[in-house]
């Protein structure tokens, strides 16, 4: 599976990508600081050096049990040499390397790991280089937050889970249609909702008609921290039988304190 993405560094579009779970940045994109009109070029002239084919050799033997050392040891040798020449197609098809990926279509051009773009990049400018490094740096800062703000609202998803069990088993009557069910299974999470953001779910989509999803999902990762707890603690408060009502204050009540510890928020006011 193939994810693309990009990064600006100096004023240039870099494009990135992930395959398989790694990392690739445009090595052709980066070759276009030193020759706009042919890229693959630059590229090809870089992969002619014998320092080069020295470096891809020695960082696949380092990450890719399946590189072939036998057409490494030919490459190496006439590397250097007037009539050698070398394509990336040409080199990850011999040798089974993983550390540069040609691609066609739209998003096409020749991709390296982050080690191997970053040599290539050195090769360009040492400059570039240094500006590369910190903008792929904050794209994976980025990504890492993201990924705590998914695996929060994972975690709230899988209480709400546990949230709607408490409900079926306690507040639903056993004769009840699907339709009565899914009815008291949303003003329960009304409750949670109006007890951390003020509003129902509705009051929400009614007040942002231009926004997808729910209210939910523009949540920050500290009222969904919040909300997560607040989940179980209201499983807790139904099976204990505690009234709708009473729950309500009681949840505003520990949000507004949750909130308070986890980001010094003074605005909020209890539910009269």
């Given at each position: 599976?193939?994810?693309?993405?990009?990064?600006?560094?100096?004023n240039?579009?870099?494009?990135?990508?992930?395959?398989?779970?790694?990392?690739?940045?445009?090595i052709?994109?980066?070759a276009?600081?030193?020759?706009?009109?042919?890229p693959?070029?630059?590229?090809?002239?870089?992969?002619?050096?014998?320092?080069?084919?020295?470096?891809?050799?020695?960082?696949?033997s380092?990450?890719?049990?399946?590189?072939?050392?036998?057409?490494?040891?030919?490459?190496?040798?006439?590397?250097?040499l007037?009539?050698?020449t070398?394509?990336?197609s040409?080199?990850?098809?011999a040798?089974?390397?993983?550390?540069?990926?040609s691609?066609?279509?739209?998003?096409?051009g020749t991709?390296?790991?982050?080690?191997?773009?970053?040599?290539?990049?050195?090769?360009?400018?040492?400059?570039?280089?240094?500006y590369?490094?910190?903008?792929?740096?904050?794209?994976?800062?980025?990504?890492?937050?993201?990924?705590?703000?998914?695996?929060?609202?994972?975690?709230?998803?899988?209480?709400?889970?546990?949230?709607?069990?408490?409900?079926?088993?306690n507040?639903i009557?056993?004769?009840v249609?699907?339709?009565q069910?899914?009815?008291?299974?949303?003003?329960e999470?009304?409750v949670?909702?109006?007890?951390?953001?003020?509003?129902?779910?509705?009051?929400?989509?009614?007040?942002?008609p231009?926004?997808?999803?729910?209210?939910?999902?523009?949540?920050?990762i500290?009222?969904?921290?919040?909300?997560?707890?607040?989940e179980?603690?209201?499983?807790?408060?139904?099976?204990?039988?505690?009234?709708?009502?009473?729950?309500?204050?009681?949840?505003?009540?520990?949000?507004?304190?949750?909130?308070?510890?986890?980001?010094?928020?003074?605005?909020?006011?209890?539910?009269?």
């Amino acid at each position: 599976m193939k994810t693309k993405d990009e990064i600006i560094v100096n004023n240039m579009a870099i494009k990135t990508m992930k395959k398989d779970g790694m990392d690739f940045i445009s090595i052709t994109d980066i070759a276009k600081l030193k020759n706009v009109t042919d890229p693959n070029g630059v590229v090809a002239n870089w992969m002619r050096n014998r320092n080069t084919i020295e470096f891809l050799g020695l960082w696949e033997s380092l990450y890719n049990p399946k590189f072939n050392p036998l057409e490494f040891e030919g490459f190496r040798k006439q590397a250097g040499l007037n009539a050698f020449t070398l394509s990336p197609s040409k080199w990850i098809d011999a040798t089974q390397a993983i550390g540069l990926h040609s691609q066609a279509g739209r998003y096409g051009g020749t991709y390296a790991q982050p080690d191997v773009a970053f040599e290539f990049a050195t090769w360009i400018s040492v400059e570039f280089r240094l500006y590369l490094v910190k903008e792929f740096q904050r794209l994976k800062t980025e990504e890492q937050k993201q990924l705590g703000w998914s695996a929060k609202r994972e975690l709230s998803k899988i209480n709400y889970r546990i949230h709607t069990d408490a409900i079926q088993h306690n507040l639903i009557p056993k004769e009840v249609t699907s339709i009565q069910a899914g009815l008291i299974y949303a003003e329960e999470a009304d409750v949670l909702n109006v007890a951390l953001f003020g509003m129902t779910a509705k009051q929400w989509r009614d007040a942002n008609p231009n926004l997808t999803g729910n209210i939910r999902d523009y949540a920050t990762i500290n009222e969904l921290i919040c909300l997560s707890n607040m989940e179980s603690l209201n499983s807790v408060l139904i099976n204990d039988g505690v009234p709708q009502g009473e729950r309500l204050i009681k949840l505003n009540r520990i949000a507004i304190q949750q909130m308070l510890v986890l980001q010094g928020d003074n605005n909020r006011h209890l539910l009269k």
